[in-house]
């Protein structure tokens, strides 16, 4: 890039994303040009519906669908990944990498399952892959992670990093309904996907959470040692049983530096009602991260959409232009730490994560039930915080009884619970739920 010619754009993709990056372009091309210090624009687009592409853009560059025309294309300076998935997204971002093009892309699947080959490639070439998109969508939680707190020691981060399972969660609380009436409501709604399963699975948030964690400890990044569980098996009645407690039922990703590891998972979690987290309703992002100098902070906003994602990536563009006359080893590296500093500290598997449970246990309502499970939870060292027992329905002589623990070892409860299941007592299975107190 010289200092007088405009950026040019290669956009991969002009959907949603793509669509609405351009559109953000081009409405505020001077104030962009003013930050960045020259104009950037699209010069190229690639897309599989030519005539969709056309529609939009109109005569202000050219289209094409072969995507790999772009990634080559000496004339392009930055190219924009908006295609999603990792096969073909990945060959593109490599070569676009290997022709010395800077990328920028919201694909957090790919990052999160290559990323360290990915940002390998970049580095030994002197070019950015930026990705701010990748993680809540228009909430600039990785700036604010690489930089804006890197005085400080990262101790954990939450984040309800998934919209459309915080809709879906949102649904069954105001209304009461079964997982399956509030997906289908999101599905109608146009906030989930046909094909739901990467968001109510939790495959997304987690997707997200390992970019997180390799930014917020330095360590690279490890899909595969996360631990993911969705919301399809949430009930409507746990989310009552847990407001009657105080506490709101939330799909989070959560990371934590332990002196023996780093916890890494994502599930549904209590949070007490009184956190702002908690209060996250609908399709909302909010990342909530705990540094030991600056204490808590919160960032909230739209983590999904044509605008406020292209937010994310034109920030990145600027960023992009800003560093491209910088030396390479200037810039801020990828995961916020230099390459050679990344620690390997060990993703520790859930059985050694640490956190409160919810316990919902269906039980025969007759003596000496409630103490033999208290020592049995006893016998493990799990000590009771809160407790519900709800009167048993009329003639049923079965009741349900739900309790809260203090923090334990997963696998100190899984132990307790096994023995609890085997009580003559008890019907059906314990229904285990993680609370966070986020404190
Ligand atoms: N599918 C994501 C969500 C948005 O529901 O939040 C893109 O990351």
């Known amino acids: 890039m010289n200092s007088i010619q405009p950026v040019n754009v290669g956009l991969l993709g002009i959907g949603t994303v793509g669509g609405g990056t351009y559109t953000v372009l081009a409405r505020n091309a001077e104030e962009i040009a003013r930050r960045a210090g020259r104009p950037i624009q699209v010069f190229i687009v690639a897309d599989s519906d030519i005539d969709r592409a056309r529609a939009l853009v109109g005569d202000s560059c050219q289209v094409t669908d072969e995507p790999f025309a772009v990634v080559t294309d000496p004339a392009v300076d930055v190219v924009v990944e908006l295609i999603g998935g990792y096969t073909v997204a990945r060959d593109l971002v490599m070569r676009a990498i290997e022709n010395g093009k800077h990328v920028v892309t919201a694909n957090k699947a790919l990052l999160a399952l290559y990323g360290n080959e990915i940002f390998a490639a970049a580095q030994q070439k002197g070019v950015t892959v930026a990705f701010e998109a990748a993680v809540a969508g228009g909430v600039p939680i990785i700036k604010a992670l690489r930089e804006g707190l890197s005085a400080n020691r990262i101790e954990w981060v939450a984040g309800i990093i998934n919209g459309t399972t915080n809709f879906i969660l949102s649904e069954m609380r105001e209304k009461d309904l079964p997982f399956a009436d509030a997906l289908s409501e999101a599905q109608r709604l146009g906030y989930a996907e046909a094909d739901p399963t990467f968001d109510i ?239």
């Open 201 to 439: 699975e939790g495959i997304d948030a987690a997707h997200k959470t390992t970019l997180i964690a390799a930014i917020a400890f330095g360590i690279p990044v490890q899909f595969d040692k996360a631990y993911v569980e969705g919301i399809t098996k949430l009930e409507a009645l746990d989310i009552r049983y847990a407001g009657q407690l105080g506490y709101r039922i939330k799909l989070l990703g959560v990371t934590k530096r332990r002196q023996d590891g780093v916890e890494l998972r994502v599930h549904p979690a209590l949070v007490p009602e009184k956190r702002l987290l908690a209060n996250v309703e609908g399709a909302m992002n909010a990342v909530l991260v705990k540094g030991d100098a600056v204490g808590a902070t919160l960032y909230y906003g739209k983590g999904a959409g044509a605008e406020p994602t292209a937010s994310a990536v034109i920030a990145d563009l600027i960023d992009v232009t800003r560093a491209a006359t910088t030396d390479p080893d200037n810039r801020v590296p990828h995961l916020a730490f230099q390459p050679d500093q990344l620690h390997d500290l060990a993703i520790l598997p859930i059985e050694e994560a640490e956190t409160a449970f919810y316990l919902r246990l269906t039980v025969e309502d007759r003596p000496g039930v409630l103490a033999d499970i208290t020592r049995i939870l006893a016998d493990e060292g799990i000590s009771i915080d809160a407790m519900l027992q709800k009167e048993p329905e009329e003639g049923k002589g079965i009741t349900d009884i739900i309790m809260l623990t203090h923090v334990c070892r997963e696998k100190e409860a899984n132990a307790a619970i096994r023995k609890i299941e085997a009580l003559s007592s008890i019907r059906n299975y314990v229904t285990k739920i993680r609370l966070e107190n986020l404190q």
